[in-house]
């Protein structure tokens, strides 16, 4: 507990916008710390649930204004290492508490909350909320709540502060509140877990005008034979807030568009966070009260794991090097496909749906993150998995030479035929890389050769087999038979494949297929799944629709960044409930860095760029690149010449190119 004098408290908080994009209609905005504001007014009542973690745990808040105008939260607890049985996909320990530790504080004999009216709640990797409390004679004072998970324990923490803004002293009472809970013995895989509820710093305290009372609560689990977990909350929060910091501060992103900036920033949070320190190693996870301690083909080895090494995140990356190992435990001689996910800390999987196109999907992710990474060590370890799933893909190709599988990502919830488009296109990008991959490793020109050609005949193939007129567009049918515009059609854009690029972008932002939330999975369907509105947007960047992609990223980044459910790119709707799943915002990362700047891997230490500068900006930069095994920055603007001039400095050198807008430049980190 901590008392001290405050002689000046201002609780006024800034209201500037960082810049005039973020007047537009909106619940939020952005403050100048890069943090998030909702500044309560009469749109009440109103709730939102976020989610955040940490090494051992992970927990969604559901949190709100009532009518009165009071604070309301409910609290989920996530523990991925305390298994469940049966050991599944979803066998972590979970609950949700209402427990409100402040229930049972009184000031001057009267309940803390009484005729509570919150001020602002804002966001930046914890929850804050601050509030006011009038009531009258028996006193004036704020409530200042912060939640926010341990970066290490598994225990949600809540830090509390009680200023007292009237005239007279408060004397204040915080009881010996909390609970302990004991799991069911058979039903956990390590016997009964025990969860406590703690309110720290109890006592009989006395607050003259001005002063703050510091306390604290926290939620945590662990095993029953362990010692019950110690918190220091004022460290635990020092140690979110400066991973926080670090994973802002690496990738960083300068354009004339804060809305996008500062979604990009936050996006890293989200998709930094969700590692989990499991018996198998670092392991990145979704989230969503669903999926922990586990990794995907497409959410793990396909989204989020070509993008870590751009991030700078050491932990990042050590994750994603894990994952790959792991789904290389499972190539064979028989050439059986490798199961679409690896559960509980690595000791099972889960392979329900069949081949959903998984070979595709790690070949994809594993060549480009080896190449990004830029060690030669680790691409050496991953490179009898990436050949190994070419080989399979190559394998499967039907008789007009696209690749066969029981089903896609979308695991049946969607018709994908027997072959689709998302499965033969990741596997092109494959082969891409992989011939890159052959000639930096030294295997020899024939096979460099072999996959640049295999490659080349499947573009042809896909064009042949799924190019169509759909719904009137010259577009993909997603699968062959299909006659109705897909979400998924934008897959190609996304891997250099260009012919069919207008009218699929006409498709994609038609009424058709375009909402405020992005694209539907499919005309006249009302799901939508954000990881293919963000794979079409990179995609349109990449074919050079820079202004249109521009615009609609700054319309979703508006609506997920400040609008109504904030602050991260989310999973999907009606499933879910718009679950925060964590790769999804790796995806919206490589928007920025494969679909505004234009990198595409092309060696350990070389990288094709295409920055596409929209008109309205006169420059833009992308600070602290974490790949290619260095740190490096990029900066575009527009010459005299109305061309465009690019700077990469890497180790304190500056390379100058000029090129005209839409060309590619190979860049050699040296």
Known sequence: MILFKIFAFTASLSLFFVSALAQEASRWQINPDNSIQWNIDTHIPHEDHIEMSGKTVSTVLRYGINSQGAFMINKSLIWPLLRTIPNNTHASLMRRYDWNPLDGVTVNGRSLQRNEKVESIALKGKLVVKSKVNQGYYGQWKIIREYMPSTNLPALIELYQI????????????????????????????GAYIIEGKLYHSGCFTLQPGDTLCFSAAISAHGSSESSIIIDAQAEKEKREAIVSAWMSNLVLETPDSIINNMFAFSK????????????????????????????????????????????????????????????????????????????????????????????????????????????????????????????????????????????ELENRFESGEANLCTSSLYYDALISAAYLSKELGKGDELVKLYQKQAHVLRENIENYFGAKV??????????????????????????????????????????LWTENGLLTQTGDETFWDRSTLYALRGVYAVGETEKATEYLHRYSQTRLLGEHVPYAIEAWPEGEQRHLSAESGLYGRIITEGLFGIRPTGFDKFDLTPRLPQEWDKMSLRHIGAFGTSFDIEVSRSNTKKLQVKVINKGKEEVYVLEDGKTIDIHLK
């Open 269 to 408: 949070v989200r998709a930094c966070e969700s590692i989990y320190e499991t018996q198998g190693g670092p392991m990145h996870s979704p989230g969503g009260e669903s999926y922990y301690a586990a990794i995907w083909a497409n959410d793990q080895a396909e989204y989020i794991n070509p993008y870590f090494p751009y991030t700078g995140y050491e932990y990042g990356n050590a994750s994603a090097l894990n994952s790959y190992q792991h789904f290389a435990r499972f190539i064979n001689d028989k050439w059986e496909p490798i199961p679409s996910s690896i559960i509980a800390e690595g000791l099972d999987i889960w392979a329900g749906v069949g081949d959903r196109g998984d070979a595709a999907m790690v070949a994809y992710g594993a060549s480009r993150y080896v190449l990004a990474l830029g060690d030669k060590q680790t691409a050496e370890k991953l490179w009898p998995l990436i050949t190994w799933c070419l080989e399979y893909c190559n394998r499967k190709l039907n008789d007009k030479g696209v690749v066969a599988s029981d089903t896609d």
């Open 163 to 190: 200023i007292n803004i009237g005239k007279k002293h408060l004397a204040v009472e915080i009881p010996q509140d909390g609970f302990i809970a004991e799991t069911d013995s058979t039903r956990g895989v390590d």
């Open 471 to 512: 719904e009137g567009f010259d577009t993909y049918a997603y699968y062959k038979g299909n006659n109705i515009l897909r979400s998924w059609i934008c897959i190609p854009l996304t891997v250099g494949i260009d012919e069919r690029a207008e009218g699929t972008i006409q498709a994609l932002f038609s009424p058709r």
